[in-house]
C-alpha cells in the first residue's frame, strides 16, 4: 500500500503555520477531551485537533473495515489491534479528506463544527492504555557517562552491555500526558558519609530525555518475535520524560535495579506519531562491533532523524535550552530491543510502552539528564535570571520536544512539557 | 461490621470434604469459565464453584450496593474497587446463603441448578486485569541465601536490605493462572569462564515460592499511604510461583535488574482469598533491628500464618515434597511493602499485584526455591523415580499449595501447579 499521506507536496485545505510539528503528512493519534467532556480519539492538522469519532459517524471511513465505534473510545488499544494495514488505510483516508483539492468536508460547515476543534479548546489525555511499560538502556554515551560517574571510568561500560539491549520493567500507573504536574518525591536516601538512611524530600530529582514506542499485538506468549519483523509490531512514538530521583536510586537499586527512584511519575506527548510517517527520516545507526548475537543481528536502516530538545523554565522565567539530541545515537534499534523483549517469549500487548533508555549524543551539550549535563552536580547549567541548575528545583518546568526535517517536510511530535511541585504535605 | 462468615461452627449444606481448602469459612474469590462458554465471578465452597452473577440475577444480593452487572464481568477489578464494605457485606451474604441452616437456595433445585457447579466442569482464569506487578524481596533468609551464594558468605545482606523493603517491577502480560503449561525460555547466557555470551534454552529453570497480594484502588498520584492505613486497600491474597531462569538472571541483572529471566512466566493460584478470612491467622512477624524508619513503623501484628509446600512432578512420576515453609517468616509485612511503594506518591490501582519474594523459612528444607534447596545445584534433590534435580527439568510440573490451620478451621489456597515443556521451536 502506498504511503500517499506522506506525499510532501501535499497541501491542507487547513491552515498549518510555518514549522508547525503537524502538517497533513504527519497525521499523529491521539485522545482528547471537549469542553463538552465528550473523550474521543482524534488526530492533528496544523493547531487543530479532529475528531475521529465524528468522522466515522458520519461515514468519511466508508470502505475501511472498522468497529462501528473504533474511534469513539478513550483509548486507541482496539484500534492498533487492528494491525499496520489498518493504520495505514485511516492515515491515507485522514489525508484525503482534508487534502486543499477534497471539497467533501472543506465545503460542509455543518460537518466541520462537528469534526474540527481548536487545540486550545480540548484536553489531551493518555493515548493509550498502557499494560507494560518497559525501560531500555541503549544509548552508548549514557550508560558510558554513568559507568564512568559511578563506576570505573576505564572500564564504564558493563561486560553484558555490547550484547543485550538491557532494559527494565517500569511503572505503568504513573505515565501521564503532558501538561499534569507532579510532585517532587519523597523517599529513602543515604546521606554521604552516613551508614543509617533518611526519609524526606529526594534532593535531586532529573529528568531522562527518551522517546518511546508503542506496540499492537505482536505475539502468542512463549514464542519470540524475529528481528527482522519486529518493526510491523510497532504502531508509532512518542517523547517520554522519564523522571528520575538520583538520590533515591543510589540507595535502593542494588541489587534489583530502579523503583521508587522512576515510578513516581513518566512523562509522555500525548501524539502518537506513526512509523509511517517516520518513515522518510529512516538512517543508519551506529556501527555494532562486536557483531550481535544472530538473534539481533539486522540489515538496512533501523535508525531514525529525529532532533530532540530539552528547556528547562523555571517559575516566571524564560526557559533555557539545556539540551540538543539525536534518537540516531541510540545504538541498539528499537527493532533489536523488540525481538530480544520477545526472546524467551514474553508477551507484547496493544498498548505497551517501550522507553529508548536516556537519549545522550557524543558532544557535553547533547547529554539527555542533568546528572551528565552537569557531571552530578559539578558544572551547574545557569537559567535566564541567573539562578543555577544542578538538578531541577521546585516549580521549574521541564519541556521536550522532537521533530524531524528535510528539505521538504518537517514531522514533529509537539512537546511533553511537565512541572515540578514541592513535595506533597498531607493535611 | 462483623465477620460473620468467620464463625468456625458454621457448616454449609454443600459438602465440604475433610481437609478441604475451602470450607465456607474461606469464600474466596476468582473467575471462571463454564462448558457453555460463559464467564462469570465466582466463589467456592468444597469442590462446588458458585455463579456469584447468577446469584446477582436470582436477586441474592438484595440491599446491597452494586451495579447491575458487578459479577458478570470477566475480573474482579470494579468488586474490588468497591472497597472493603462492599467485600465485606457480600462474603457475609454468600455465607449466610450457603449456611446449613438456610433453606433459601438450599431447598430451590431450580436455583441451585443455575448457580452451582462442580469444579471440574469449570475452567479458572486469572482473576483480576493486573494493571502493575511489583515483586519483593522480603524474606531475610533467601536474601541471605543468595548473598552468600553470589556475593560476600560474611556480609550476605547488602546494607540497604534491613532499611528497605526492595522491590522491582515485573511484567503482568507473562502471568498466568494455575494450569497453563509454559515453555522452557530462549536466552543469552555467558558460559562460565566465557567473555563471549550464547543464547540457547535456559539451563537453569527455577521456581520462587510466593504469595501475592491484590490492592484495591488505593490513593491519588502523588500521595503516599501511611502503613497504618495499608491492610485497608488489600483485598487478598494468592499463592505465586516467580519462574526465573538463573542463568539469564546473571548475565542480565547488573546493573538494572532482573528482566528476561523472569518476565517469561508467573503462575498464580485462582482464587483470591480475602484478608478477612485469613484474619484468624494474623500474627507477631520477626523481630526488625534496626528500627525502620518512622514511616514504616507499625504496632500490632502484621505476619499471617500461611503453611506453603512445593511440590515437583516429573511425568508419569509421583510428586515430590522438595520445600515446606511458611509465610510468617517474611521479615517486610504486605503493609509496609504498600507504604513503601507509596511513599513517593506511586499509584496503586484495583487489580495490581505485589509479590512477597521467595519465601525461605530458617531450615534447609524450608527454602523457597532449587537454587537454596540444592544450593547451586550442589546438592541435588532425588525424585520417586531415583531420577536428580538440580533446577526444573522439561516436562516436570511444579505445584505450590497454601493454607493455613488452627484448631477449628482450615482456610486454604488450593494450589498453582504448572508444567515446564520444552523449548518452542517456530516450525
Not at 487543530?48 to 461515514?59: E, F, K, P, R, S
Not at 528499537?334 to 507484547?348: D, E, F, K, P, V
Not at 536516556?358 to 558532544?363: A, H, L, M
Not at 559539578?378 to 541548575?389: A, H, L, Q, T, Y
Request: aromatic share 10%.
Amino acid at each position: 500500500m502506498p504511503l500517499t499521506t506522506n506525499n510532501p507536496t501535499r497541501k491542507s485545505w487547513l491552515n498549518v503555520p510555518n514549522n508547525s510539528d503537524f502538517p497533513i503528512q504527519n497525521i499523529p493519534f491521539g485522545v482528547f477531551l471537549t469542553k463538552e467532556d465528550v473523550i474521543t480519539i482524534g488526530t492533528r492538522i496544523g493547531d487543530y485537533a479532529i475528531d475521529l469519532g465524528a468522522l466515522q459517524q458520519l461515514n468519511y471511513f466508508e470502505g475501511i473495515d472498522l468497529t462501528d465505534d473504533m474511534f469513539m473510545q478513550d483509548t486507541l488499544n482496539d484500534f492498533i489491534s487492528d494491525g499496520k494495514k489498518t493504520w495505514r488505510l485511516v492515515r491515507n483516508r485522514i489525508g484525503d479528506i482534508f487534502d486543499s483539492n477534497n471539497p467533501k468536508l472543506r465545503d460542509n460547515p455543518e460537518h466541520r463544527e462537528i469534526v474540527i476543534f481548536k487545540m486550545e479548546d480540548v484536553e489531551m489525555q493518555l493515548p493509550v492504555l498502557i499494560g507494560d511499560y518497559t525501560d531500555f538502556y541503549s544509548s552508548k554515551e549514557h550508560a558510558t557517562n554513568v559507568g564512568k560517574m559511578f563506576r570505573d571510568p576505564a572500564n564504564a561500560l558493563l561486560p553484558n552491555w555490547l550484547h543485550i539491549p538491557v532494559g527494565y520493567h517500569g511503572r505503568s500507573s504513573t505515565i501521564i500526558p503532558s501538561g499534569i504536574p507532579i510532585h517532587r518525591p519523597m523517599g529513602q536516601t543515604l546521606p554521604n558519609g552516613e551508614t543509617t538512611p533518611v526519609f524526606g524530600p529526594s534532593r535531586l530529582v532529573d529528568f531522562e530525555l527518551e522517546t518511546a514506542f508503542i506496540t499492537t499485538d505482536a505475539n502468542i506468549m512463549g514464542e519470540n518475535i524475529p528481528v527482522n519483523e519486529a518493526e510491523e509490531y510497532i504502531f508509532g512514538m512518542v517523547l517520554l520524560n522519564d523522571w528520575s530521583a538520583r538520590d533515591i536510586q543510589k540507595w535502593e537499586y542494588v541489587p534489583l535495579g530502579p523503583f521508587l527512584a522512576k515510578n513516581f511519575a513518566s512523562s509522555i506527548s500525548p501524539w502518537i506519531v506513526t512509523m509511517d510517517a517516520l518513515e522518510p527520516f529512516r538512517c543508519k545507526g551506529p556501527n555494532q562491533e562486536p557483531m550481535p548475537l544472530p538473534y539481533l543481528q539486522q540489515k538496512g536502516k533501523h535508525a531514525f532523524d529525529i532532533n530532540l530538545e530539552v528547556y528547562i523554565e523555571p517559575e516566571n522565567v524564560a526557559p533555557s535550552l539545556v539540551s540538543k539530541s539525536n534518537f540516531k545515537y541510540m545504538y541498539w534499534s528499537m527493532s533489536q530491543q523488540l525481538a530480544h523483549h520477545t526472546s524467551n517469549g514474553c508477551r507484547i500487548n496493544s498498548g505497551d510502552m517501550m522507553g529508548s533508555g536516556t537519549i545522550s549524543g557524543p558532544t557535553p551539550d547533547s547529554f539527555g539528564s542533568m546528572l551528565e549535563l552537569t557531571w552530578g552536580g559539578k558544572n551547574p547549567i545557569v537559567m535566564n535570571d541567573g539562578s543555577e541548575r544542578k538538578f531541577i528545583n521546585d516549580n521549574d518546568t521541564v519541556t521536550m520536544k522532537g521533530f524531524c526535517k528535510n528539505s521538504s517536510v518537517r514531522i514533529g511530535f509537539g512537546e511533553v512539557s511537565t512541572k515540578l511541585l514541592p513535595p506533597f504535605v498531607r493535611k
